[in-house]
């Protein structure tokens, strides 16, 4: 077997033979242990001396030479200069502990080799490089954040610049088997036609979907199993329906993640969004950093006062910049777009956002729309919930608003259809917090590095 080059992390609480018993078993199971770094610890250590260390082991042993941390730099500096591919953790509390370890996991990951101990393996990303054409991907940080509505969003943007034919691709947990075409840019999807592809057993309102209604642009749907603590997925069809775009009428390829899952495939740029919905920790602790660190620009969506407070959102736009100080961060609220003209009509609004900010909606839909918001239910992702809010007013409306998400298709339309009311979709637009903000710049600017980026690789 082809040998692994090993940095080995160690610490001085352990006895240095019995730690030099672990590298030599490592070694004989067919690791190549190129380097061993202490990262702290002191109590066994009768000789700080660095060439008496490296002597004892018979390797190159490199120290910080303040000891009171764990050298995140130095261990990043070692991965690099010496093109390690796996880092193996021979240390242990209290020089280490769950926090500490997910910091040295994320500089790990980030450099493309594995994090490994005695009971854990974390493994980079695994990414295809089959485009053909400019590409960026969009990362969340979570559920329910509004991936989506943003790729949607940006691919309009990007579709209104004469140069570019913008072209989705989305992996979702329920995307077709085989990777399917959606042409938004030349076919209406109308209820009825999407009612047709649900009663064909397809997930019509799976988010190639929503991206080709919303959008107006090609999209190419496919579908994902799982998603690990790092984003990688168990099992996607993403590589094949990325390489179908390369035969597309398209010049430049968003590639859509899932959740917090990433998307195996290689991009120019990557735009990272961040739900202010979020418990903090999700965004500064685990693998959250591992994400925002992959970003070019950070989207942080949510950011309703109802949903976020000040205080936290000026916490996490500070702890974005601290992780990845050179993205630029843009901090967002969503409001309704409706695809049709609902002026004057009594509404029922199906959505996923939470009952906090009803009364935003309810006010911005009526504001701007000229419509009688009746009632909102946010339970489009709670089917029986969704049912229960239908039945209590389907007779006191003449229209169903609807993201196009979850149980859109096969119950707020189907049961909408079947009373006779009319069905509106409704997208999602992201608003910038303040004007200090430029979000369309933003998203062009990461566009026209993407075009750079693919230019001078190819």
């Not at 033979?17 to 002191?42: C, F, M, N, Q, R």
């Not at 493994?123 to 960026?136: A, G, H, K, W």
């Not at 947990?173 to 999807?189: D, M, Q, S």
């Not at 389907?394 to 609807?402: G, H």
């Amino acid at each position: 077997m082809d040998k692994d080059k090993v940095l080995c992390l160690i610490d001085g609480e352990h006895y240095f033979p019995v730690t030099k018993g672990a590298i030599d078993k490592l070694e004989s199971d067919g690791y190549d242990v190129e380097l061993l770094l202490l990262i702290g610890g002191t109590e066994k250590v009768r000789d700080g001396n660095i060439d008496v260390i490296s002597e004892l082991f018979n390797k190159k042993v490199l120290m910080a030479e303040d000891t009171s941390d764990i050298p995140y730099e130095l261990i990043e500096e070692t991965i690099k200069d010496n093109d390690i591919k796996l880092v193996m953790d021979l240390s242990d509390e209290p020089v280490v502990n769950y926090t500490k370890r997910f910091k040295i996991a994320t500089i790990v990951l980030s450099l493309g080799a594995t994090y490994k101990g005695p009971d854990f393996e974390f493994n980079p990303l695994e990414e295809f490089d089959v485009l053909e054409n400019p590409s960026y991907k969009i990362i969340g940080t979570g559920k329910r954040i509004g991936k989506t509505a943003i790729s949607a969003y940006t691919a309009r943007l990007i579709s209104e610049d004469a140069k570019f034919k913008p072209c989705i691709v989305a992996m979702g947990r329920g995307g077709p088997e085989i990777p399917e075409i959606v042409e938004g840019n030349k076919i209406k999807l109308t209820p009825k036609y999407l009612m047709e592809q649900s009663d064909k057993g397809l997930h019509a309102a799976s988010d190639h979907w929503e991206d080709a209604l919303m959008s107006r642009v090609l999209t190419v749907g496919c579908r994902r199993c799982a998603g690990g603590m790092a984003g990688r997925v168990f099992r996607t069809n993403m590589k094949s329906g990325a390489r179908m775009t390369n035969a597309l009428d398209t010049n430049f390829v968003a590639i859509e993640g899932s959740g917090s899952a990433i998307p195996p495939i290689k991009t120019d740029k990557q735009i990272v969004l961040v739900g202010a919905n979020q418990p903090l920790e999700t965004i500064t602790s685990y693998f959250g950093p591992y994400r925002v660190k992959l970003a070019d620009l950070v989207i942080i969506t949510m950011c309703d006062s109802e949903i976020c407070s000040k205080s936290k959102l000026n916490v996490i736009i500070d702890e974005i910049k601290s992780i990845n100080p050179k993205a630029e961060v843009i901090p967002t609220i969503f409001r309704p777009a409706p695809v049709e003209s609902i002026e004057g009509r009594n509404i029922l609004f199906a959505t996923t956002a939470p009952e906090s900010v009803q009364p935003l909606m309810k006010e911005y839909l009526e504001e701007n729309y000229g419509c009688n918001v009746v009632a909102i239910s946010s339970h489009l992702s709670n089917r029986p919930k969704l049912k229960e809010d239908i039945k209590e007013n389907i007779d006191k409306v003449d229209v169903m608003l609807t993201e196009l998400k979850a149980a859109a298709v096969d119950v707020a339309t189907k049961e909408a259809l079947e009373h006779g009311l009319e069905v509106v979709y409704c997208d999602n637009i992201p608003i910038p917090i303040s004007d200090d903000y430029d979000l369309d710049k933003a998203i062009m600017d990461v566009v026209y590095d993407a075009v750079d980026t693919f230019n001078a690789r190819k």
